[in-house]
């Protein structure tokens, strides 16, 4: 079965890059079909979705983050990755990563990690 | 794009009693909502896709409807472990989530 598991750094000072990865375990990431998203919540808001990278290497993202955000996979890892450069207070938020069986469209969200808390703060 | 509109941001019902939450979309985006439900300092979990089908391992009591704009979720018999934040999500174009239910029990 699935699973998801972010991992990075919980703490990043303003401006510099924030660098989340979430490793895929109970199957292979390069498995046809699957999308793979970055989704965040700040502290007591709603849900914002980043962006999702297909299994292939086709990336799209939010408008409102696009040119802040790279998301990229590692197949030899089993794991893909987001990083957010030039971060202020705004980008606290829990991160999660998600992911889109291939029945289903890119955008359902059908299994989540538990998340990862990233404060911005000097 | 896309807004999506849910209301109530909260509510208060009692054990048994039905719960009914709306989600209107800015726009047309035919059958293309999916519902999810959250609990305190956990991750959302997907209830309903395709703005009426039932995930897997979900209760019967959660069904949604709706289409183009217009779209409900309902509890139709709350119990407590529901208690829970609810989101919808419209994925006609890129995905974007309504503000949340908040869901208490009276």
């Known amino acids: 079965q699935l699973q998801l598991q972010e991992s990075g750094s919980g703490l990043v000072k303003p401006s510099q890059t924030l660098s989340l990865t979430c490793a895929v375990s109970?199957?292979?990431?390069?498995?046809?079909?699957?999308?793979w998203s970055w989704i965040r919540q700040p502290p007591g808001e709603g849900l914002e979705w980043i962006g999702y990278?297909?299994?292939?290497?086709?990336?799209y993202y939010s408008p409102s983050l696009k040119s802040r955000v790279t998301i990229s996979v590692d197949g030899s890892k089993n794991q893909f990755s987001l990083k957010l450069n030039s971060v202020t207070a705004a980008d606290t938020a829990v991160y999660y990563c998600?992911?889109?069986?291939?029945?289903?469209?890119?955008?359902?969200?059908?299994?989540w990690g538990q998340g990862t808390l990233v404060t911005v703060s000097s | 794009d896309i807004q999506m509109t849910q209301s109530p941001s909260s509510l208060s019902a009692s054990v048994g009693d039905r719960v009914t939450i709306t989600c209107q979309a800015s726009?047309?985006?035919?059958?293309?909502l999916n519902w999810y439900q959250q609990k305190p300092g956990k991750a959302p979990k997907l209830l309903i896709y395709?703005?009426?089908n039932l995930e897997t391992g979900v209760p019967s009591r959660f069904s949604g409807s709706g289409s183009g704009t217009d779209f409900t979720f309902t509890i139709s018999s709350l119990q407590p472990e529901d208690i829970a934040t609810y989101y919808c999500q419209q994925y006609d174009n890129l995905p974007a989530f309504g503000g949340g239910t908040k869901v208490e029990i009276k």
């Open positions: 395709d703005a009426s």
């Open positions: 990278i297909h299994h292939s290497g086709s990336a």
């Open positions: 998600a992911s889109s069986p291939p029945a289903r469209s890119k955008y359902t969200f059908g299994l």
């Open positions: 726009h047309d985006i035919g059958n293309y």
């Open positions: 109970g199957g292979s990431i390069s498995s046809g079909g699957y999308s």
